[in-house]
């Protein structure tokens, strides 16, 4: 989960401390990767010993923690050269399982659900939607099976929009559309919402001049300031 959790607080759950002469302890370089932009970064396996991260040659990559060996790449479908500059999300089907479901976006506006088991095979990709504008923000998992995808427009004349997806089938739960305060067509998000369950489930989001509070359940401004 970017963030470490849902309100993407960026809080470790550990005590954490300054050490003197820390070092690199690896580094993974790829030909093949000519560009990581925007807030991406790699996302962890939930047993902590995998890495899942994209780049410009439209491959999500997995890779060991403790040595960077790669454990497997994967092509994904969609424009070449576009590239995949999310930072992915990991999640599992329901019941509990074991196995990995990385959850991707791409600059050509695809979403990818991946079942890790599958991988590199033909039956990698769980399930791939497609929404209207490139996607540049990390994706979010919001529990109750949903996964939150934050996407931008390319024009000032389309503005830019928050989807939300059934995690498991792929299915449209709603859309937010971003305007701002004077009813223009807010074009950016890239975004991190923060999730609250602790007033029945809620979804914040802050771009251009609002801040507002979105229903998980169907996606309705609640609140905004």
Not at 76 to 82: K, N
Not at 108 to 117: S, W
Request: aromatic share 10%.
């Amino acid at each position: 989960q970017f963030g470490h959790d849902e309100r993407n607080s960026g809080l470790a759950p550990f005590p954490s401390v300054h050490t003197d002469g820390t070092c690199v302890a690896w580094k993974y370089d790829s030909p093949s990767i000519t560009a990581l932009q925007y807030k991406n970064s790699g996302a962890l396996s939930r047993d902590n010993k995998v890495i899942y991260f994209g780049g410009s040659d439209n491959k999500l990559r997995a890779v060991q923690v403790i040595d960077m060996h790669e454990v497997f790449s994967v092509k994904l479908p969609g424009e070449t050269g576009r590239g995949m500059w999310t930072t992915p999300a990991v999640g599992t089907l329901p019941p509990a399982s074991t196995t990995d479901i990385v959850y991707i976006g791409s600059e050509d506006g695809n979403v990818y659900a991946l079942d890790v088991a599958s991988c590199p095979g033909t039956d990698c990709i769980f399930w791939q939607r497609k929404v209207n504008n490139a996607i540049r923000g990390p994706v979010c998992l919001s529990g109750d099976m949903q996964i939150l995808v934050a996407s931008t427009s390319n024009t000032s004349d389309t503005e830019g929009e928050l989807n939300a997806f059934n995690s498991v089938s792929g299915a449209p739960q709603w859309t937010f559309k971003a305007m701002s305060k004077d009813g223009q067509k807010w074009w950016g998000l890239h975004q991190v919402p923060s999730i609250d369950r602790s007033r029945g489930f809620l979804i914040y989001l802050a771009y251009g001049d609002r801040v507002v509070a979105i229903s998980a359940t169907n996606g309705t401004v609640i609140a905004e300031a």
